[in-house]
C-alpha cells in the first residue's frame, strides 16, 4: 500500500514540475506570447521596409522618399534650409 502511495505521489509530482509538466507548460505558452508580439512587431518593420523600397524603384522614385534618405543617410541639406551647428558637448 505504501509503495503505492508513494508511486503515486512520484508521478503527481512530476506531472506538475518534471520536465515535462504542467509549469514548463505555462512557461512554454508564455515565451510563446511573448514571441508572437516579437513577430508581429518585426513584421510591421519589414511592411514598412518593403514599402520603402517599392518607393524607390529605379524607374519612378518617390521624391520624398529620396529627398528623406538623401538628408538622413548622406546628411544633405536644400539650399533654403537654415542649419544650426552645435559645438562642443550635445
Known sequence: MLGCIL???YFAHHTF????GLE???????RSQLL???????????SRLDRD???LTPD?????IVDE???ELLGYARPEDRLILR???P
Not at 36 to 46: M, N, Q
Open 53 to 55: 523600397v517599392a518607393l
Open 69 to 71: 534618405t538623401a538628408r
Open 87 to 89: 559645438t562642443g558637448r
Open 36 to 46: 508572437d508580439f516579437e513577430i508581429k512587431s518585426l513584421e510591421a518593420v519589414r
Open 24 to 30: 514548463a507548460r505555462n512557461r512554454l505558452m508564455e
Open 7 to 9: 508511486l503515486t505521489a
Open 17 to 20: 514540475y518534471g520536465r515535462y
Open 60 to 64: 519612378r522614385p518617390d521624391p520624398d
